[in-house]
């Protein structure tokens, strides 16, 4: 029995060699080779890719900003809203407390007013003095009810209009919290692509920015497009060019508007701020809510909108410039006013 048993497990040890030295096997497992590495990005397509990033971010940041602002309207009709239910409420408690005043004498008088129990005398005279009152109290009376009527129709529409609001606020603070993530996101992939290059390639990207820069701005002005341009400003315009060329150095953070710290649209709208005009928030709005011009006919202090999701802006300042906040880990600057594809020009004044 024993010798069987040893004769069955050798049976099963020889077998399973012969399997693991099986030629086709062998040659199975040596067939699938690994894939190969994906090819490496140029620097010119990291750069690329960096500079797409950002501007996805600097699109977020409109919604983002926009939201913001949405949010601080409502939170301010929120509030309006609220202070004029209270009002209402005082209003129809106080004229509940004068109908209740009124009905209160009327039980007093057995169930009649004071002019229907004049009414009752034998004598014309004071029958007719009575008639009057009673007449005007009668008024006074529907004058109370359709008073009270009124109120409690401005406090259900004050009411109504709370809760849209707070729906509203809601939403953009869904709006926001997205915006928010994909900001973020960006701002972390381009990061992420250059932290993985080594100290010298990351000079290169630089020079490569600076060259790409470069060869738009020369190709821009190339096109003769400033050529006859009329340099003058107006008076706002000097100021809101003075404003922005100030901030030069000043660090961009995405929605900050001031005064350590600027996105693009912060700074064009504090800029003009300071001017003493105001003007929406994003850069979005701005093109699209100020008058548009030709840019043969634009002026410094002028707002020179980019891509054409009207993602980014900055200010003309002369001489085919414009100062911007141009992107997370760079300074407000002075850049040429044709580094980037333009969408139009606006003229906050």
């Known amino acids: 029995m024993n010798r069987r048993r040893h004769a069955t497990a050798a049976i099963t040890v020889i077998c399973a060699l012969t399997v693991l030295a099986s030629p086709a096997l062998t040659l199975q497992a040596s067939a699938a080779p690994l894939p190969p590495p994906p090819p490496k990005k140029s620097l010119e397509e990291v750069r690329q890719e960096i500079d797409e990033l950002y501007r996805k971010a600097a699109a977020a940041t409109d919604a983002y900003n926009l939201a913001e602002e949405k949010t601080k309207e409502q939170s301010a009709e929120i ?190 709208q504090r800029s003009w701020g300071a001017a003493g005009l105001g003007i929406p928030r994003t850069s979005q709005e701005q093109w699209r809510l100020l008058p548009h011009v030709d840019i043969k006919d634009m002026r410094p202090g002028d707002l020179i909108v980019y891509f054409k999701d009207a993602s980014h802006i900055g200010m003309y300042v002369g001489n085919g410039m414009i100062v911007h906040a141009p992107r997370p880990g760079r300074n407000v600057t002075l850049a040429g006013a044709g580094t980037m594809e333009i969408l139009g020009v606006v003229r906050p004044s």
């Open 79 to 268: 509030v309006q809203l609220a202070r004029l239910i209270v009002d209402g409420r005082k209003k129809i408690d106080d004229l509940k407390a004068r109908a209740g005043a009124a009905a209160r004498a009327q039980y007093r008088n057995g169930g009649l007013p004071d002019g229907a129990q004049l009414v009752l005398t034998n004598d014309p005279q004071l029958f007719l003095d009575a008639a009057g009152r009673l007449k005007a109290g009668a008024k006074a009376t529907t004058d109370l009810l359709g008073e009270m009527t009124r109120a409690q129709a401005e406090l259900d529409t004050y009411a109504k209009d709370a809760g849209a609001n707070w729906t509203k606020l809601e939403a953009n603070r869904v709006k926001q919290a997205k915006a928010k993530k994909e900001i973020n996101d960006k701002i972390a992939a381009a990061k992420k692509l250059e932290s993985e290059l080594a100290a010298e390639e990351r000079e290169r990207l630089r020079r490569l920015e600076e060259q790409a820069q470069l060869r738009a701005q020369t190709t821009w002005l190339g096109t003769g497009v400033l050529d006859g341009l009329k340099e003058g400003a107006t008076a706002e315009g000097r100021k809101a060019v003075e404003f922005a060329t100030a901030q030069i150095g000043k660090p961009y953070v995405w929605g900050a508007e001031g005064p350590k710290s600027y996105d693009c649209s912060g700074l064009t």
